[in-house]
């Protein structure tokens, strides 16, 4: 049995990525994004683990993303019990601008 264990109602798979400048209306090329399993719950049980407590997630996912997101707490080492859902996991974005630091995020609405 763990010593904790978290329940996330609305679970994302986070992707962050960094560009020189966020300026309106062109394009930004961006750095290969990276990804993680994000979402309350999940974050809390993440650094659980990284503190040597031993730690489960519980949390909606379904399609690809949420496959995408049990391998990446896979690869930290978190237990985890999923509750199935019909839709994908949603994902969120996140683009930092490297000339000013400034981070921007974009979080879509649950779908769960």
Same mark, same amino acid.
């Given at each position: 049995?763990? !010593? &904790?264990?978290? /329940?996330?109602?609305?679970?994302? /798979?986070?992707?962050?990525? #960094?560009?020189?400048?966020?300026?309106?209306? *062109?394009?930004?090329?961006?750095?290969?994004? #990276?990804? %993680?399993?994000?979402?309350?719950?999940?974050?809390?049980?993440?650094?659980?683990?990284? /503190?040597?407590?031993?730690?489960?997630?519980?949390?909606?996912?379904?399609?690809?993303?949420?496959?995408?997101?049990?391998? =990446? =707490?896979?690869?930290? !080492?978190? @237990?985890?019990? &999923?509750?199935? &859902?019909? %839709? %994908?996991? *949603? @994902?969120?974005?996140?683009? &930092?601008?490297?000339?000013?630091? /400034? @981070?921007?995020? #974009?979080?879509?609405?649950? *779908?769960?």
């Amino acid at each position: 049995m763990p !010593d &904790i264990v978290t /329940l996330t109602m609305n679970p994302a /798979l986070d992707v962050t990525t #960094f560009t020189d400048h966020v300026v309106h209306t *062109r394009k930004l090329r961006c750095d290969e994004p #990276f990804y %993680d399993a994000g979402g309350g719950g999940v974050n809390v049980a993440k650094v659980a683990r990284v /503190l040597g407590v031993s730690a489960a997630a519980v949390y909606p996912a379904g399609g690809a993303r949420g496959e995408q997101m049990s391998g =990446l =707490l896979d690869d930290d !080492d978190v @237990e985890e019990h &999923i509750v199935p &859902i019909a %839709d %994908d996991t *949603r @994902e969120c974005f996140t683009a &930092i601008d490297r000339t000013s630091g /400034l @981070e921007y995020r #974009f979080v879509t609405p649950a *779908r769960n």
